[in-house]
């Protein structure tokens, strides 16, 4: 009988056997600012609310598999367009998948920007879709020369653009977004995880472009352990799409606290606002200090460039404060460091960690 490793070895695909797991380190302990999570918890005068809705659900049976009441909460907190329509996904990233696996037609492309959300990425080596990475300019902007050369060479099914992109932090300009819509002969997703703290959205653009669709989650707006985004657009598209989605993608629990919560959505976004502030607070923190490049973010996050980037982040994680290390991911993120914008009292303790460490580089 051969081993399960040399079984596992045989029978699975090439590109599974040669990925590298996504590591999600263990955060226990730490001030966790690695993963853009809203640091502030559900505000206690909703946590009895919520109790209650959780307490009467009915968990014995399988969700409502169109989320009718979630989709329509959805609609109207978020002022969706009455002609556009909505599919829900457990988190954005399995939308990313469903995507991919609808378009994955033998020989289609799935076209990304460089250096962007890494998932689109590894949804194309998952779903054997090929994939084709456009350079972003240095200073992170859209190439747009570039990027339209490649999207006439390459003719990708599927394009996905970060707006606000990840890991960088900044917003394309909207006109260089249109055109890349206008020139691409395939779908075009605008993905909007960052949609709360950013000034400008595709979705009044849904109208003008047969092929765009805008991708949203609720995942940086305080509801990452929910598991819940969601793609907006024509119908046309999304009546498609629902083929592919698992019938009870979305659980009971998520739907009726989800939809709770977005009764509330402007405590949520006043969360962000704050958390706007303290991005700014942050920023000028970061700029103030010798052999530190902060770059500008219209996210929950800054990016910074700092020498011996993996060292400073070995000295943060020693002192308590866990950030993103992109250092040795793409080239143009050489020394480059992600973190989230806290509590103001977490972004105090990471800034106080920070100078430590770096008084200790020296
Ligand atoms: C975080 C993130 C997502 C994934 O969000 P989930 O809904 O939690 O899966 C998608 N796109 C971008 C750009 C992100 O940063």
Same mark, same amino acid.
């Given at each position: 009988m051969p081993s399960a490793f040399s079984l596992a070895s045989t029978l699975l695909r090439r590109e599974i056997l040669d990925l590298h797991a996504y590591h999600v380190p263990d955060s226990t302990g730490y001030i966790k600012l690695? $993963?853009?999570?809203? @640091?502030? @918890?559900? @505000?206690s005068a909703l946590r009895g609310e919520i109790a209650g809705v959780v307490a009467a659900a009915a968990i014995n049976r399988y969700p409502d598999p169109g989320a009718a009441s979630l989709k329509e909460k959805i609609r109207c907190t978020l002022d969706l367009p009455d002609d556009m329509g909505v599919l829900l996904g457990n988190g954005s990233d399995e939308l990313i998948q469903l995507l991919a696996l609808a378009l994955n037609k033998p020989g289609a492309t799935l076209l990304g920007l460089e250096p962007s959300f890494v998932m689109y990425k590894m949804i194309a080596t998952f779903t054997g879709m090929r994939y084709v990475g456009v350079p972003l300019a240095a200073d992170f902007s859209l190439d747009l020369p570039t990027t339209l050369t490649a999207i006439r060479r390459e003719k990708p099914a599927l394009v996905f653009i970060a707006y606000p992109n990840n890991p960088t932090g900044n917003l394309f300009s909207a006109p260089d977004v249109m055109q890349i819509i206008e020139t691409a002969p395939g779908l075009v997703v605008v993905d909007e995880a960052y949609y709360a703290f950013a000034a400008d959205s595709f979705i009044p653009r849904l109208a003008d472009y047969p092929n765009l669709l805008v991708m949203r989650t609720f995942s940086k707006l305080g509801? $990452? =352990?929910?598991?819940l985004g969601f793609l907006a657009g024509r119908t046309a598209w999304l009546e498609q799409l629902e083929k592919l989605r698992l019938p009870y993608n979305v659980g009971v629990l998520p739907q009726v606290v989800a939809e709770k919560l977005l009764g509330h959505h402007k405590i949520l976004l006043q969360q962000a606002e704050q958390i706007k502030l303290d991005r700014a607070a942050l920023h000028r923190q970061l700029g103030a200090i010798a052999g530190v490049q902060v770059y500008p973010s219209e996210a929950n996050f800054l990016l910074f460039r700092a020498a011996r980037a993996t060292e400073v982040f070995d000295g943060l994680k020693r002192r308590g404060v866990l950030i993103k290390n %992109?250092? =040795? =991911?793409?080239?143009? %993120?050489?020394?480059c460091l992600r973190v989230t914008v806290g509590t103001p009292d977490e972004c105090a303790k990471f800034v106080a960690a920070l100078l430590d460490t770096l008084n200790q580089l020296a």
């Open positions: 690695d $993963a853009m999570e809203n @640091p502030y @918890p559900v @505000p509801m $990452a =352990g929910l598991r %992109l250092n =040795g =991911g793409h080239p143009m %993120l050489n020394n």
